[in-house]
């Protein structure tokens, strides 16, 4: 059955880019790429993803496997505005899609045909609607979010993905664009359960199966919350 | 060789508490306890930690044997004012640590002298005195940060710390305290470097080893980033 499945490479302290610079003259060289390129050189080392974009070379390793396993299972993929901007040039004539990407927008514009089996279709009447185009497409195959990172945190916040893959990678930015900073009422999370961990040198992959959102379960099997709870002090401070 | 280690549970958000709450009636009633406990639950029903309360029963398991390995390594601990002050009653007159503590304040305070080898003495003149108390006081031992969350990235900041280790609890807080909102310059991180990965259903537990802080480095395995930055446009926004 399809699943509308994310994946995304964040820094420890969460960010899959440096902080959003709409300004910068040179993009790629600004301290939003820089954070992206950081998070996500695993991938570009990797000779699955260099293969795509016809580059020689690259690493093959258990990092590279989960690069080919992330292209193999959507057979469509949901796109936010800003990602296709950024990568409708670098991308070229044969983007390393193969298979119909919905882009979410504001602005109307016909369909593209790419080779390779990419193709953009223009949504502009909001992400469910995409997502559902996208499912249409997929056939058995899974729906991916391709990304941006606010766009994954969209479809989390509003309950539409049913897995997240995240690929911790080792550093800290400090400063930048946060994947999990969604808005959810006081005791209330988003809950997942973890269902596959691939552990290497360059980063984590912990796969997630995304439970929903709900109040906080605290400790239900007989911790020391429940009596500290009812106790109505703590030592002066 | 001593090492300045410290371990935390944090959300997938990277919270170790929920946001933080002064004035609370009662304080484990409130949003910020709610996070904490939702996070530390683990610990909780652990029972190497229900052992040093005092309490019966708790899980054995994997995850208990890491709260076992983390109550073994240290032979003294730096604390934080608040998360002693939060502690001071609920502890008893037992306190977990069974080594002496050093607590990082602006209050002079005779030293505290406890059952079964816990102590805590008082530091008024900073973190970094603190640490070289306990490491006098630790022996072969270790140096463990205890907490809270907020002098854990004070280490980590000054680059005080050998080792970090992250229990990724699969919950998104989406409000709370971040223990990795470190303050860094632009295009600058902390790397690490993960040493041991060991997931079980409630926790995934990273230990890194802190390499410090520098300019990010970007793909130097010949990806496609050094082409890009050199391309002076993107497509139009």
Same mark, same amino acid.
């Given at each position: 059955?399809?699943?509308?499945i994310?994946q995304l +490479?964040? +820094?420890?302290?969460?960010?899959?880019? @440096?902080p959003?610079?709409?300004? !910068?003259t040179? *993009?790629?060289?600004?301290a939003?790429?820089?954070?992206?390129?950081?998070v996500t050189?695993?991938?570009?080392a +990797?000779?699955a *993803?260099?293969?795509?974009q =016809?580059?020689?070379?690259?690493e093959?390793n258990?990092?590279?496997?989960?690069?080919?396993?992330?292209f193999?299972? &959507?057979?469509?993929y949901v796109m936010?505005r800003?990602?296709?901007?950024?990568? #409708?040039?670098? *991308?070229?004539e044969? &983007?390393?899609?193969?298979?119909?990407?919905?882009? %979410?927008?504001?602005?109307e514009?016909?369909k593209l #045909?790419r080779?390779?089996g990419t193709?953009?279709?223009f949504?502009?009447d909001?992400l469910e609607?995409?997502?559902e185009?996208?499912?249409?497409a !997929?056939?058995?195959?899974d729906v991916?979010?391709?990304?941006?990172?606010?766009l %994954?945190?969209? !479809?989390?916040?509003?309950?539409l993905l049913?897995?997240? #893959?995240?690929?911790?990678?080792p550093?800290?930015?400090g =400063? @930048?664009?946060?994947?999990l900073d969604v808005d959810?009422g006081?005791k209330?999370?988003i809950?997942?359960v /973890?269902?596959r961990t691939?552990a290497? /040198?360059?980063v984590t992959h912990i796969r997630y199966?995304?439970e929903?959102?709900g109040?906080l379960?605290?400790?239900?099997r007989g911790?020391?919350? /429940?009596?500290?709870a009812?106790?109505?002090g703590?030592?002066?401070r």
């Amino acid at each position: 059955m399809t699943k509308i499945i994310a994946q995304l +490479s964040i +820094s420890l302290d969460g960010c899959y880019a @440096g902080p959003r610079d709409d300004d !910068a003259t040179n *993009w790629f060289q600004s301290a939003e790429a820089a954070g992206f390129f950081r998070v996500t050189r695993w991938v570009l080392a +990797s000779m699955a *993803w260099r293969d795509r974009q =016809h580059l020689d070379g690259g690493e093959a390793n258990v990092d590279d496997e989960i690069v080919a396993e992330s292209f193999a299972r &959507p057979g469509a993929y949901v796109m936010g505005r800003r990602m296709f901007d950024g990568g #409708e040039r670098p *991308w070229g004539e044969e &983007p390393p899609f193969r298979n119909p990407v919905f882009v %979410v927008t504001h602005r109307e514009r016909e369909k593209l #045909e790419r080779q390779g089996g990419t193709s953009f279709t223009f949504v502009t009447d909001g992400l469910e609607s995409a997502i559902e185009q996208a499912r249409a497409a !997929a056939g058995s195959k899974d729906v991916a979010i391709a990304g941006g990172g606010s766009l %994954v945190k969209h !479809a989390l916040e509003l309950g539409l993905l049913d897995e997240i #893959e995240l690929h911790y990678v080792p550093v800290i930015l400090g =400063h @930048g664009q946060r994947l999990l900073d969604v808005d959810l009422g006081a005791k209330e999370g988003i809950e997942l359960v /973890p269902e596959r961990t691939i552990a290497t /040198p360059e980063v984590t992959h912990i796969r997630y199966r995304v439970e929903g959102r709900g109040p906080l379960e605290l400790d239900t099997r007989g911790g020391r919350y /429940p009596e500290l709870a009812k106790d109505q002090g703590r030592a002066e401070r």
